[in-house]
């Protein structure tokens, strides 16, 4: 059985790894010179940069992957826990950590907001409550939408439906909980963990915040791309065939069925099996040639600042967060009217601040990520306005006593995000889960047009965010290979 995997993201990668292991010849085909796709890496002035992600929730997916893979995530990577997992500041001068422990974040709220911290206590034990519900049913199975309420393993969540709050905005929740504005703009922030807005993506959210209170926020030593040199390691291991600097043009199909791929060399590969890791509407429009609908509701993209900064003490952490001082008018603009947000809210990772490999003794690594409008294309006009822009989030940074000396800088905008990993319109998540319906919208792992194509990676069911996509690696191989890789969850 002759499998071909388009992309080397993390979603590639685990399909990959996991069809080899268990009897396919697996040849996976990536476009860039290296793996990890959105999970990426760069070296600026002497300082190493993750370009992707920065922090990882829920580590036992990544230990059920690599346990299905032969290995374990122990003997992989080094996992450190963030405390605090993150600082957040306002601009009237307030600030709060929040601690790793879940244990210990009622209490630290109430250092900011003494009346929400027995809320933040109730919130913490409904979120469990959803996650318990939910996550079988909406994470870690292949998900067959509407149909999953009928089957009787799941009898026990149509009396939840109520409590798990589909129909109410993550954001009417929040307020509807906390009195401090500022706890509810800290809570509202998760949405845009996949790229959503909190006044439209659904309470049943907070399942977000949960799994990185109740899992923690961990970093890898090394930095995170260590995840896709792990991912990478397996794949190899497995016997995957990589071939780098191999862009596909086009899946072949006929009726039903896919029978390969070819490359920009004008090579045709022939394959049994075909699994996309590309954005699944990139793949319909792009690689198969059909006149398939863009996603309504693509998630945000970002506005990234990778700048070596002289090293100097301003308080800051591991993760930080700048917010905005009106968060519903920065969504609107963001994703009502698709224009960047004249005040932004502003995230900033030094990696280095934890893992001194990642720059040298005077120096740190800053990674500036703003949410902006998914607008971004191949001939786009981001180029014009970019370091207007990041002048500007320079400026709002000033605003909060934070002027780092720059040594060196580069930007990425949205443009940037379709050039390099062929993001739909740059979208960092794929689709968004701006309405209570995006969760049965997401396109499954197995294509209904063809029977032998499937889909992986952030813009297929479960959705983005590391451990997301290598859950979906998993379904699409559990599927394909009809046996079932469990993840303990
Ligand atoms: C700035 C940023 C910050 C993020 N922060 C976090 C975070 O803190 N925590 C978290 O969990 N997640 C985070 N994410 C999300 C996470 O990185 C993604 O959800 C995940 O890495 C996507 O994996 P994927 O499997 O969808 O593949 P992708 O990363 O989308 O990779 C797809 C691969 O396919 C390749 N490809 C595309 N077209 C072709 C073609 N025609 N031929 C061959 N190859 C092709 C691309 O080059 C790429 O390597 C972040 C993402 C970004 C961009």
Same mark, same amino acid.
């Given at each position: 059985? /002759?499998?071909?995997?388009?992309?080397?993201?993390?979603?590639?990668?685990?399909?990959?790894? #996991?069809?080899?292991?268990?009897?396919?010849?697996?040849?996976?085909?990536?476009?860039?010179?290296?793996?990890?796709?959105?999970?990426?890496?760069?070296?600026?002035?002497?300082?190493?940069?993750?370009?992707?992600?920065?922090?990882?929730?829920?580590?036992?997916? #990544?230990?059920?992957?690599?346990?299905?893979?032969?290995?374990?995530?122990?003997?992989?990577?080094?996992?450190?826990?963030?405390?605090?997992?993150?600082?957040?500041?306002?601009?009237?001068?307030?600030?709060?950590?929040?601690?790793?422990?879940?244990?210990?974040?009622?209490?630290?709220?109430?250092?900011?907001? *003494?009346?929400?911290?027995?809320?933040?206590?109730? %919130?913490?034990?409904?979120?469990?409550?959803?996650?318990?519900?939910?996550? =079988?049913?909406?994470?870690?199975?292949?998900?067959?939408?509407?149909?999953?309420?009928?089957?009787?393993? &799941?009898?026990?969540?149509?009396?939840?439906?109520?409590?798990?709050?589909?129909?109410?905005?993550?954001?009417?929740?929040?307020?509807?909980? @906390?009195?401090?504005?500022?706890?509810?703009?800290?809570?509202?922030?998760?949405?845009?963990?996949?790229?959503?807005?909190?006044?439209?993506?659904?309470?049943?959210?907070?399942?977000?915040? /949960?799994?990185?209170?109740?899992? !923690?926020?961990?970093?890898?030593?090394?930095?995170? %791309?260590?995840?896709?040199?792990?991912?990478?390691?397996?794949?190899?291991? &497995? !016997?995957?065939?990589?071939?780098?600097?191999?862009?596909?043009?086009?899946?072949?199909?006929?009726?039903?069925?896919?029978?390969?791929?070819?490359?920009?060399? !004008?090579?045709?590969?022939?394959?049994?099996?075909?699994?996309?890791?590309?954005?699944?509407?990139?793949?319909?429009?792009?690689?198969?040639?059909?006149?398939?609908?863009?996603?309504?509701?693509?998630?945000?993209?970002?506005?990234?600042?990778?700048?070596?900064?002289?090293?100097?003490?301003?308080?800051?952490?591991?993760? =930080?967060?700048?917010?905005?001082?009106?968060?519903?008018?920065?969504?609107?603009?963001?994703?009502?009217?698709?224009?960047?947000?004249?005040?932004?809210?502003?995230?900033?990772?030094?990696?280095?601040?934890?893992? +001194?490999?990642?720059?040298? +003794?005077?120096?740190? &690594?800053?990674?500036?990520?703003?949410?902006? +409008?998914?607008?971004?294309?191949?001939?786009?006009?981001?180029?014009?306005?970019?370091?207007?822009?990041?002048?500007?989030? #320079?400026?709002?940074?000033?605003?909060?006593?934070?002027?780092?000396?720059?040594?060196?800088?580069?930007?990425?905008?949205?443009?940037?995000?379709?050039?390099?990993?062929?993001?739909?319109?740059?979208?960092?998540?794929?689709?968004?889960? =701006?309405?209570? @319906?995006?969760?049965?919208?997401? +396109?499954?792992?197995?294509?209904?047009?063809?029977? =032998?194509?499937?889909?992986? !990676?952030?813009?297929?069911?479960?959705?983005?965010?590391?451990?997301?996509?290598?859950?979906?690696?998993?379904?699409?191989?559990?599927?394909? #290979?009809?046996? *079932?890789?469990?993840?303990?969850?």
């Amino acid at each position: 059985m /002759h499998t071909v995997v388009v992309g080397a993201g993390i979603g590639g990668l685990v399909t990959a790894t #996991l069809l080899a292991r268990y009897g396919h010849n697996v040849t996976l085909l990536e476009q860039a010179s290296e793996a990890g796709g959105k999970m990426g890496r760069a070296t600026i002035d002497g300082c190493t940069f993750d370009t992707g992600p920065s922090l990882i929730t829920m580590p036992f997916v #990544l230990d059920a992957f690599f346990r299905h893979a032969g290995t374990t995530l122990q003997e992989q990577l080094q996992l450190i826990p963030i405390d605090p997992g993150c600082h957040y500041r306002w601009s009237d001068g307030s600030r709060l950590d929040i601690p790793f422990s879940a244990e210990a974040i009622p209490e630290a709220v109430g250092g900011l907001s *003494p009346s929400d911290s027995a809320a933040m206590r109730r %919130y913490l034990d409904h979120a469990a409550t959803v996650y318990r519900a939910t996550g =079988n049913v909406f994470i870690f199975s292949a998900f067959e939408g509407f149909k999953e309420f009928i089957k009787p393993r &799941n009898a026990s969540l149509l009396p939840m439906l109520p409590r798990l709050r589909f129909t109410q905005s993550m954001h009417a929740m929040h307020a509807s909980m @906390f009195q401090d504005r500022r706890i509810v703009q800290l809570m509202d922030r998760f949405a845009t963990y996949n790229g959503s807005t909190p006044y439209r993506a659904p309470a049943t959210l907070a399942v977000i915040p /949960h799994v990185e209170f109740q899992y !923690g926020a961990w970093y890898p030593r090394g930095g995170v %791309y260590a995840i896709a040199q792990g991912c990478e390691r397996q794949a190899l291991a &497995n !016997g995957v065939t990589i071939r780098y600097d191999t862009a596909v043009t086009r899946i072949v199909h006929d009726g039903r069925r896919v029978s390969g791929v070819v490359t920009a060399d !004008g090579e045709l590969i022939s394959a049994d099996v075909v699994v996309s890791n590309v954005d699944v509407h990139v793949t319909q429009s792009m690689l198969l040639g059909q006149s398939a609908r863009p996603p309504r509701d693509p998630s945000m993209s970002g506005f990234i600042m990778l700048m070596s900064v002289a090293k100097q003490e301003l308080g800051l952490q591991h993760h =930080n967060v700048l917010f905005s001082d009106d968060y519903q008018r920065e969504f609107h603009d963001i994703v009502e009217r698709h224009t960047p947000a004249s005040d932004m809210t502003i995230y900033l990772s030094r990696s280095a601040h934890t893992d +001194p490999t990642q720059a040298p +003794p005077d120096r740190e &690594n800053w990674f500036v990520l703003v949410n902006a +409008p998914a607008t971004g294309r191949r001939d786009g006009s981001w180029h014009t306005m970019r370091d207007a822009y990041a002048e500007r989030i #320079l400026g709002r940074m000033r605003h909060f006593g934070i002027d780092p000396v720059i040594r060196a800088m580069e930007i990425r905008t949205p443009d940037d995000m379709v050039r390099m990993w062929n993001a739909d319109r740059g979208s960092l998540y794929g689709a968004s889960s =701006n309405s209570m @319906f995006s969760a049965f919208l997401r +396109p499954r792992q197995r294509s209904k047009q063809f029977t =032998n194509l499937w889909y992986v !990676g952030g813009s297929a069911h479960p959705g983005g965010g590391v451990p997301l996509v290598a859950t979906s690696g998993m379904l699409a191989a559990s599927g394909i #290979l009809g046996r *079932p890789f469990s993840i303990p969850s």
